[in-house]
């Protein structure tokens, strides 16, 4: 990757990015160098704990270029959270350039929210897809560039082996791994899903897998295969090799009209055969608006498209 898009000759003053899932790994790093590059960053993190030291290394990143740095608390596997972050965003910009997708959860054990819902699928899938829904007004009038972090685990995933209600409920668990690639598969479908129907919009999505990084996600997931990855996180990347790779997407001006792709860190790769099901694409879409709520008026559809 060139030295300019790492952000230290890049200019992205006036820009406006939220990355979700900002005060660790790769949406830290990626908060980062969009400050470093003047861009005024909001990070979505769900705990002040994590988020005000996470507020300060951003600040400290960003303060050469004056960037504005902010922290927005949310839970991105509660709906009533999302919609309220989506809120106060909403209010605040007028237009967003660019969303990162980030924040993400691999777990061991099936756990419900008490909105009723898988979390990993809560927090990886039906949260974004709600917060994209409810900040598509300002990211029409913005840049409008969605990069949607999924993972290559995303070709373990199978939204086919049962009807998507059990799974996004939990009822057809098979354990953390299948669950957390299925997550990724719909980030997928999601992506690809979007740019269908608000492509028109002048609204860019692409997907991609960070690489595979010295994260805190393995530290969290207490499965053997858990324990194993975070026991080998020596021998993993740093989590900046992510940092850059969505850097690239969203400030790259040769990336800058790329739509509807997929990446592996910096290179554009195919997918899993089901990312391109359309069929699929348009079920999980369908069934999205209904599990999170959103309503026509909400943006679900791009201009002349039936919903
Ligand atoms: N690390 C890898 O090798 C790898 C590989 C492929 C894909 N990915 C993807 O990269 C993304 C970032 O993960 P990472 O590796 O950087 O891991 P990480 O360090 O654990 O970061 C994940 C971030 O998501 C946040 N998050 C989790 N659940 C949340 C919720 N309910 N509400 C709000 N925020 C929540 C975490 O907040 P807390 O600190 O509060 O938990 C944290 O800020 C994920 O989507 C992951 O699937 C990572």
Not at 247 to 269: C, H, I, Q, S
Not at 290 to 299: A, F, H, I, L, M
Request: aromatic content about 6%; charged content about 25%.
């Amino acid at each position: 990757m060139t030295e300019a898009v790492e952000g230290a000759a890049l200019d992205l003053k006036g820009q406006v990015a939220v990355v979700t899932g900002a005060n660790s790994g790769v949406g830290k790093s990626a908060a980062e160098l969009l400050a470093r590059a003047g861009a005024g960053v909001t990070l979505v993190c769900r705990s002040r704990e994590r988020g005000e030291p996470a507020l300060a290394d951003v600040r400290q990143a960003g303060a050469a270029t004056g960037a504005d740095v902010r922290l927005e608390l949310a839970d991105l596997s509660l709906q009533a959270d999302v919609r309220t972050l989506a809120d106060r965003l909403a209010a605040r910009f007028r237009a967003i350039d660019i969303l990162v997708n980030n924040a993400g959860v691999w777990l061991h054990r099936r756990e419900i929210t008490s909105e009723g819902f898988e979390v990993t699928f809560a927090t990886n899938h039906l949260g974004h897809f709600l917060l994209t829904h409810r900040l598509l007004a300002p990211l029409a009038a913005g840049r409008g560039r969605i990069v949607n972090v999924s993972s290559e685990a995303h070709r373990n995933g199978d939204l086919r082996r049962a009807a998507l209600e059990p799974i996004v409920r939990g009822d057809a668990w098979k354990g953390g791994f299948q669950a957390y690639g299925d997550t990724k598969l719909a980030n997928a479908l999601f992506t690809f899903e979007s740019v269908r129907r608000w492509g028109a919009r002048g609204i860019t999505a692409n997907a991609m897998h960070p690489g595979v990084l010295r994260t805190r996600i393995w530290r969290k997931n207490r499965s053997a295969l858990g324990l194993l990855l975070h026991a080998a996180r020596g021998l993993m990347a740093k989590p900046e090799v992510g940092g850059r790779a969505v850097m690239r997407l969203v400030a790259d001006p040769a990336r800058d009209a790329v739509t509807g792709r997929y990446f592996k860190v910096e290179d554009e790769v195919a997918a899993t055969a089901q990312a391109y099901d359309a069929d699929l694409a348009r079920e999980l879409w369908d069934r999205s608006l209904e599990w999170t709520g959103v309503t026509r008026s909400e943006g679900a559809n791009g201009p002349g498209q039936p919903q």
